[in-house]
Structures are given as C-alpha cells and as structure tokens.
C-alpha cells in the first residue's frame, strides 16, 4: 500500500525495488530500447500518474516477455490495421521503429484503414488482417454483432473532445439543452460518449440535442457560421481546433468518472488467438511496452508518429500525446469491467440493444493473453 505522503516516483522506486530479483539482463533486453527504467519515467511524465499495481503489472509482463518465433526463427508475419492519422495508434508505428516488434519475434505490415468500422472488423475477422487499433467507442456496437475478434488490451484514455463556440455562451454540459452539436457521424465514438455523458447530466440526447453531421474538416466552420453551437470529435482535429482559440473546451473522454477509463483498445482476430496465443501475447506485450515510451517521451513518438503521415506538427502532436494517458494502459480483469460498463451506458442511450447481456458480451469480445 502506498504511504499517505508517498510520491509517485516513490512508488516506481519501492515497485522497482520489490521487482529487482525478476528483471535481469534478459528483461532490460526485452524492454529496449529504453531499458526497464522507462516504466519508472512513465510514472513522473505528463498526465496523471498511473496506479502503483499497473506499473507492478508491467514490469512482471516484461521480466517474462513472449516471442512470436522460436530461438533462431525467422519474425512471425503479421498485419496490423490503423488509421495512419490517428494519435490515438501511435503506439504502434512506435513499436515498429524502436524495435519492440522485432524483440518480440514480429514482422508488423501496418493496413492502412479507412473504411467502415464493420469492414475493419470483418477484414480482422475473417483474416485479411490479423489485428486492429480502434477506438473502444467505435467498436462496441459492430462488436454487437458477433464478429470474431477478441480484445485484449486498452492501450491510453482521452482524445475525445466537446468544444463549443466562445460566443454561444456555452459553459457546461446542461447548456447543451436544446442546442445542435456538429460531428462527423451519427455513429462516431464522440456522439456515443457525449451522449451518454449528457444522459448522465439529465439531458437526453436524443430529444434535447440535434446532432448534424458535417465533413470533418468543416465541423469548426458550421460553428462559426452558426449552424450548430458545439462540435464533438477527436483529436488530432479537436486538439488543434481548440488550440486555434475560437472554441472552449466543454468536456473530455478524461473529465470527471471517465479519468480512468480506457478510449483506445487493441483487438486480434479470434482464430489467431486460439491458434497462435503466443503470437497475440507477443503482440499485445509489444503495443502495451511501445505506450509506455510514448509516455515516456512523447516527443520521440510524435516525430515517429509524424513520419507516417499524422497531421500537425511534431511539437503539437507531442502535446497531444502528453494529454492523453498512454502510461495508464487497461488490461485483464479491470479491462473486461470497462467493456460491460460501455456496453451498459450505451444501453443507456439506446445504441446497444436492451436484450444484451453486457456481462455476457464482455466475456465474448475480451481476451487475457497477458496471464
């Protein structure tokens, strides 16, 4: 138990301590490149500090790390699907550079997705993709479904944002009552968390606010021009609009309840898992160690995330890294917790049908690899 005057950095040292006899060479080796103290910076980086018993976690998953091949194999093959401009995937081009990929016994070919979530998952389904990085919001309904791919790891929380006009007079959430807020699309993960979050602030989404879909480019524009009085999207669109300074910032996927709560999640396809465990573990040992140096040195991972076509300049996407809370990955139980609690909050605003079994559901679409 951390003492009442305990430090964050106290706690790395005393985690650090007790793990010390586990690590050895071959741990050090297998956190490269940074070697096993970056966990120790990840805990007094930007952001909130990560929970003592994450940090535990991950020092034991890399004190044990899983390869995808056999001691002189040739890398196992493998296709990775993103959105090559998203900030919320920059784990993996990270993972790819610096090495842990290949410490792991993976060849990663990233598939740069940009169709449908349905597609996306039924391309990892059925094989076209052996994997995906996506947001949990985004997922959760196709998932619904029935596709066959498993979760197995939250990879960071935030980067979605509500932002409303300075001159609309919009201060807070209940003064969305009766408003338009523009977004992307109807089933976009910004629309479902921000519904959810107005259901809980007694304003149903449904009835109380008109959502109107614009191009996302335009979305600061229709604001502008008055057609809606508020935008909800990601970033690294939000981020930037915000740092413009025409817009306020209303809420986050981090503000209040939600500080803990995973947005971004890794998923493999079901056959690999039950073929190949070692390869997903492999896997998702890598994605998680590349989060904890984006966390770790978030101007790095934006210089690598922005060599492979992110918008924005390194130094903002570097900020919008340090907002968002790669050192506070989500696995095992506690992930599975958080699968059934978006399920029944989007039940709650009537995207998830009434007849599911959130519980049931949680169990179907989530793997533990790690343990």
């Known amino acids: 138990m951390t003492a009442p005057h305990e430090t964050a950095a106290d706690t790395a040292k005393s985690v650090l301590s007790r793990r010390a006899m586990l690590i050895g060479a071959g741990a050090a080796a297998a956190a490269a490149p940074f070697g096993i103290l970056g966990a120790a910076n990840a805990i007094t980086g930007a952001g909130p500090a990560p929970l003592a018993p994450l940090l535990d976690d991950w020092i034991c998953r890399a004190a044990a790390p899983v390869s995808a091949t056999a001691p002189g194999g040739a890398l196992r093959q493998l296709k990775l699907a993103w ?17 842990i990929f290949a410490s792991h016994g993976l ?17 990892i389904a059925t094989g076209k993709a ?6 949990a919001l985004r997922w959760i309904k ?24 300075k001159s609309t ?12 807020v523009a977004i992307a699309d109807q089933a976009s993960p910004a629309r479902n968390f921000f519904s959810v979050v107005l259901a809980k602030h007694g304003i149903d989404p449904v009835k109380d606010v008109e959502w109107r879909n614009y191009p996302p480019e ?8 008055g057609e809606a009085h508020a935008l909800a999207d990601n970033d690294p669109r939000t981020w930037l609009w915000l740092k413009d300074g025409k817009l306020n910032e209303i809420s986050t996927n981090l503000s209040g309840e939600y500080a803990g709560r995973t947005c971004c999640v890794l998923a493999v396809r079901g056959a690999l898992l039950r073929e190949e465990r070692n390869v997903t573990t492999a896997l998702t040992q890598s994605v998680l160690e590349a989060g904890h140096l984006v966390a770790t040195n978030p101007a790095d991972a934006a210089a690598i995330f922005s060599g492979y076509g992110g918008k924005g300049s390194v130094e903002d996407l570097t900020a919008m890294l340090r907002s968002h809370t ?36 949680a169990d179907r679409v989530f793997a533990d690899v790690l343990s």
């Open 83 to 99: 959105n090559a401009t998203a900030i919320c995937t920059s784990s993996a081009p990270v993972a790819k550079e610096r090495g």
């Open 107 to 123: 060849d990663v070919e990233f598939v740069n997705f940009g169709g449908s979530t349905e597609q996306l998952l039924e391309a």
């Open 130 to 135: 052996d994997a995906g990085i996506g947001m």
């Open 142 to 165: 196709p998932l619904e479904q029935g596709f066959d791919v498993r979760i197995t790891a939250g990879i960071h929380g935030g980067c979605l944002r509500l932002l409303a006009g």
């Open 169 to 180: 007079g919009i201060a807070k959430l209940e003064d969305l009552k009766g408003k338009t």
């Open 218 to 225: 335009v979305l600061p524009l229709a604001v502008e021009k």
């Open 326 to 361: 790669h050192h506070a990955q989500v696995t095992g139980t506690e992930l599975k917790k958080q699968i059934a609690l978006y399920a029944d909050e989007l039940k709650g605003v009537n995207v998830i049908k009434a007849s599911t079994d959130t519980a049931k559901f």
